[in-house]
């Protein structure tokens, strides 16, 4: 069961951090739940995103430290009321928060709720080894340092829901936290229409379709994230709707429209795989194509799979907010190709992919 206290705590605290600015430090406070473990794996159970072995060799090297006295060891049993501080070191890769706000497209904004269309290769929050340069980093500069930023009115941007790294399009963000607890009521009662345009590859032997078939985790391979249809998963429903047939050379490519009603992990993907369409370079669901070129150049390097439609009613106004986002310019350009009946190559790599999503 959820500590409403430690939650709401956990909640004020967010609210004052920045999170356009990289942490030199971070601060872990010990619950009951946590008493008696080593202070090795209680850290290990918090940054995810490095080995327990460097882990180790921070406490080893001093950079792990407890609220009462005593010299931190890997083997120190961490106790309720303890705080473990850890000084963090530089981040590896270019800090490009000021940039990324640069680029945030703006679909809809209003004093409680804003909607953007996300770019693709753009991760919503930091996690595992993406720590710097993801969307909300970027979304907290905006308001608080960049155009978005308001003297006397504090804006603390929270996301209401995930896209994948390679998913484009819409996502809706809530400016305070009253917001975000409204909007995620909306989506967890499905009262949220989600419609998204993808390429497949095939031609459809239908015009219309629902899929009604549950996911699960995979288990299987490398892949911790991939998903599957199986009997014992969550139910999950696609309507699959073909909007264009292209023919490129001995192949078909369908341009399909898919609105979900549930909201599973890469649904729309694993539906498409399901019924033997899968999206175009999806290298986790898909048969192997990571890229597409015309000639040498390359036009398409990951899932075609965008988040083009949502209607909701606003959680303080009346009436509905219908809110759209125009196609992105390398799926575009893909259709653009495939209009002039051009060939386009598929260069097959088996490069492992990170995923950092939950839905679509």
């Known amino acids: 069961m959820v500590n409403r206290r430690n939650q709401k705590r ?35 159970g918090h940054i995810n995103w490095r080995s327990k072995v460097a882990i180790q060799a921070w406490i080893t090297d001093g ?58 290769g753009l991760v919503v929050h930091p996690v595992s080894k993406v720590q710097n340069n ?22 603390v941007p929270k996301i209401c829901h995930r896209l994948d790294r390679d998913t484009s399009g819409l996502m809706i963000i809530a400016k305070n936290d009253p917001a ?61 709707r073909k909007l264009k ?16 009603e549930t909201g599973r992990q890469h649904q729309i993907r694993v539906h498409a795989s399901h019924l ?10 898909g048969l192997g194509e990571v890229q597409l070129k015309y000639g040498d150049d390359v036009i398409l390097s990951r899932q075609a799979l965008h988040s083009h439609a949502m209607t909701f009613d606003h959680p303080f106004q009346d009436g509905a907010l219908e809110l759209n986002a125009a196609l992105p310019a390398d799926i575009s350009r893909v259709m653009e190709h495939l209009d002039q009946g051009h060939i386009l190559s598929e260069e097959k790599q088996n490069a492992k992919s990170e995923e950092n999503g939950e839905s679509a």
């Open 134 to 155: 993801t969307l909300i980093q970027a979304l907290h500069w905006h308001y608080r340092h960049g155009p978005g930023f308001l003297e006397h009115t504090k804006i």
């Open 276 to 285: 033997g369409h899968p999206v175009l370079c999806d290298r986790l669901y």
């Open 180 to 240: 975000r607890r409204a909007i995620q009521k909306i989506f967890e009662a499905r009262k949220v229409k989600k419609s998204y345009r993808t390429l497949l590859w095939g031609a459809l032997d239908f015009e219309e379709r629902v899929v009604e078939a549950p996911i699960g985790p995979a288990r299987l391979g490398y892949q911790h994230t991939r998903m599957a249809v199986k009997a014992d998963g969550l139910r999950a429903r696609s309507i699959f």
């Open 245 to 260: 047939e292209y023919k490129m050379g001995s192949k078909v490519v369908s341009y399909v429209e898919v609105a979900i």
């Open 63 to 120: 950079k792990v430290r407890l609220s009462r006295e005593g010299k931190a060891k890997k083997s120190t049993k961490v106790h309720t009321r303890d705080k473990v501080y850890v000084s963090l070191p530089e981040p590896s890769e270019e800090i490009r928060h000021e940039q990324l706000a640069g680029d945030l497209d703006f679909v809809f904004e209003d004093r409680d709720v804003v909607a953007i269309s996300k770019t693709p």
């Open 10 to 44: 956990k909640e004020r605290k967010s609210n004052l951090r920045d999170l356009s600015i990289p942490e030199t430090e971070v601060c872990f406070d010990v619950y009951k739940d946590h008493d008696g473990l080593r202070l090795d794996a209680f850290l290990a």
